[in-house]
């Protein structure tokens, strides 16, 4: 299951782009990463705002579906 921050692959594929980096602070909805799959580009949004807590892959990785791509921890203001 996927927890509070976790942002997965929707989809088997590759990754194309990381946009962020272990320690960033990110927006709701601010670009992560760009995943290719199916011949098409899907760029991954953050699902709230926070602290980016771990990065899970990198370019060029290939990914399955579900596959734990980054973590985002709340962050205190």
Same mark, same amino acid.
């Not at 590759?14 to 670009?31: A, I, N, S, T, Y």
């Given at each position: 299951?996927?927890?509070?921050? &976790?942002? =997965?692959?929707?989809?088997?594929?590759? =990754?194309?782009? $990381?946009? =962020?980096?272990? #320690? /960033?602070? $990110? &927006?709701?909805?601010?670009?992560?990463?760009?995943?290719?799959?199916?011949?098409?580009?899907?760029?991954?949004?953050?699902?709230?705002?926070?602290?980016?807590?771990?990065?899970? =892959?990198?370019?060029? /990785?290939?990914?399955?579906?579900?596959?734990?791509?980054?973590?985002?921890?709340? #962050?205190? &203001?």
């Amino acid at each position: 299951t996927q927890g509070p921050g &976790e942002v =997965v692959a929707p989809m088997p594929g590759k =990754v194309l782009e $990381v946009q =962020v980096r272990e #320690g /960033d602070r $990110v &927006e709701h909805e601010q670009p992560l990463l760009i995943l290719e799959a199916m011949k098409m580009e899907h760029q991954l949004r953050a699902p709230r705002a926070g602290r980016v807590a771990r990065l899970a =892959v990198a370019v060029g /990785d290939q990914v399955e579906e579900g596959a734990l791509l980054l973590k985002i921890e709340e #962050g205190e &203001e």
